[in-house]
């Protein structure tokens, strides 16, 4: 139902910041939740941070009070705005999207390309 584009990935030293954003098209005002997921060499994809068609957020324990989720009024773009980068931090960022249309249906859950982020000095 939705197609998203990330981008905003890139190399930057320790310390340093850095603001993906995803656009979503097709049916956005059918999404429930957006967030972002990071995938590290060798491990499992995991959720970095999420906000609801409400407003709420969550953070992994890993990233809060460094990153911030936002969205905009039109429900089209989400961004996550990475401060105090570390090396551990290097994964590749994925965009998400999970929303359901019509109650007979099932939930629809919309993956970005995903876009590179490594801090290193």
Do not use: H
Not at 69 to 96: F, H, W
Not at 97 to 113: D, E, F, L
């Amino acid at each position: 139902q939705v197609q998203l584009v990330e981008s905003g990935g890139g190399l930057v030293q320790p310390g340093g910041s850095l603001r993906l954003s995803c656009v979503a098209s097709g049916n956005i005002f059918s999404i429930n939740v957006m967030g972002w997921y990071r995938q590290a060499p060798g491990k499992e994809r995991e959720l970095v941070a999420s906000i609801t068609s409400g407003g709420d957020t969550n953070y992994v324990d890993s990233v809060k009070s460094r990153f911030t989720i936002s969205g905009d009024n039109a429900k089209d773009r989400v961004y996550l705005q990475m401060n105090s980068l570390k090396p551990e931090d290097t994964a590749v960022y994925y965009c998400n999207a999970k929303g359901r249309t019509v109650y007979y249906r099932p939930p629809y859950n919309s993956w970005g390309q995903g876009t590179q982020v490594t801090v290193s000095s």
